[in-house]
């Protein structure tokens, strides 16, 4: 059974969510960062990425860089910019882009969900990602960013969604990439039991993004419980701040690749290996894969239509997939790219992008992009549940979840 609990929310003062909330630290650079904190002084980056606020010369992962991390957030609290709630509750939080809409429930999940593996994953972690979002909750006392999570759809959920939303928002506004937020308070005691109950019947909830802050909370949820031997299970260092969403809303993007050289190959000889695997045809506009299968290839300025032939197609979870193919029958025999975690030579484009970005990295300092067909989420699915790990980059959801709306302290 997957186990959620309402908590007390801080949550930004009505009138700032607008100016607090921010796409996930991960997004930016250290100097993209500070450009927007630059642009917005109350932006949540200043807190995620509190080296914003540091001289250049101070290393990110500095303690000065945490320290400041939690005294800007607990200044924040003291002067009234975020206020806690009286008592636990839940929320909702709806996002809408290009007309579509998703709907998320925030809740706190469980660390054992996450350790026994009710909670599944299907992407490793970073050592060193993991280490630094470790240090941040761990000196903030509070998560700050939420783990997007998915289940499959529950029409009992959706019923009494539909109900809470037909309620006044506590929150509305549109992101500055025209994103609309709106955000809803669960506080009624029978309401939040129903759907505790409803989730406890799930025998699995997924990571969708955000694999490193879950890790990351796991890991300061066991060096707390080893801080504290008699704890007891219910503090709230045993769970992380998470939005839950049906799955079958979520929208997952291409996610892109873009090499820096041929492995020494002419345009020619690399076209020639590429036609052993795949069906190529010549393309008179940027092409956007239109079904599993098939990808895109961008190599001196020309487009190409890449089908995979079928005796490369697997129905292997992971084999199977369009990353995994592009993987072991280009980029590892043909490029000599065999590790793509590690190599300096693939670079990854979130398929927010466009296509656009694929071409102009080509005309700058690569030499080939692959444009990919989105990963679905059926497919995350498949390979989470049987304890597999996809391909790194392998799904980009959109949109993203922003950082500061809520705030689970520890």
């Given amino acids: 059974m997957a186990r959620i609990k309402a908590f007390s929310g801080i949550r930004p003062r009505k009138g700032l969510e607008a100016r607090i909330a921010a796409l996930p630290y991960d997004v930016y650079s250290r100097e993209e960062a500070k450009i927007q904190v630059e642009k917005e002084p109350m932006s949540f980056l200043r807190i995620d990425r509190a080296e914003t606020g540091l001289d250049d010369s101070v290393d990110v992962y500095d303690p000065k860089v945490y320290q400041r991390a939690h005294d800007l957030l607990w200044e924040m609290v003291e002067k009234g910019e975020f206020v806690r709630e009286e008592k636990p509750c839940l929320y909702l939080y709806e996002q809408r882009m290009a007309g579509r809409c998703q709907t998320g429930l925030v809740a706190c999940a469980s660390v054992d969900d996450y350790l026994n593996q009710v909670i599944k994953k299907h992407e490793n972690t ?197 990353v995994s193919i592009l993987q072991r029958e280009v980029l590892a025999p043909v490029l000599g790219i065999t590790d793509p975690k590690t190599d300096s030579r693939i670079g990854f484009i979130g398929g927010i992008r466009g296509l656009s970005e694929l071409e102009r990295r080509v005309h700058t300092d690569c030499k080939a992009a692959f444009a990919m067909y989105p990963t679905s989420i059926e497919e995350l699915y498949r390979v989470a549940d049987q304890g597999l790990l996809m391909p790194p980059k392998s799904t980009w959801f959109e949109p993203k979840l922003r950082s500061g709306l809520f705030i689970h302290e520890l």
């Fill in 126 to 322: 970073r050592a060193d990602k993991e280490a630094d979002r470790i240090r941040h909750v761990d000196v903030c006392n509070a998560q700050t960013g939420p783990i997007f999570l998915a289940y499959r759809r529950q029409e009992a959920l959706q019923e009494i969604f539909a109900g809470v939303k037909t309620g006044e928002p506590l929150f509305a506004f549109s992101s500055e990439d025209g994103v609309e937020h709106r955000g809803w308070m669960i506080a009624e005691d029978e309401t939040v039991k129903r759907i505790i109950e409803i989730f406890g019947g799930m025998d699995s909830i997924y990571i969708a993004d955000g694999h490193h802050r879950a890790a990351s909370a796991v890991a300061v949820g066991r060096k707390r419980r080893a801080e504290k031997p008699g704890y007891t299970g219910e503090e709230e260092f045993n769970y992380f701040l998470s939005v839950l969403f049906p799955g079958e809303e979520l929208f997952i993007m291409d996610y892109n690749r873009v090499v820096h050289d041929l492995n020494g190959l002419t345009e020619e000889e690399f076209l020639e290996a590429v036609e052993e695997k795949f069906l190529v045809e010549k393309c008179g506009e940027a092409y956007l894969p239109e079904k599993k299968g098939k990808m895109g290839m961008y190599l001196g300025n020309q487009w190409y239509a890449l089908t995979v032939r079928k005796e490369y197609e697997s129905d292997d979870p992971i084999e199977g997939l369009d």
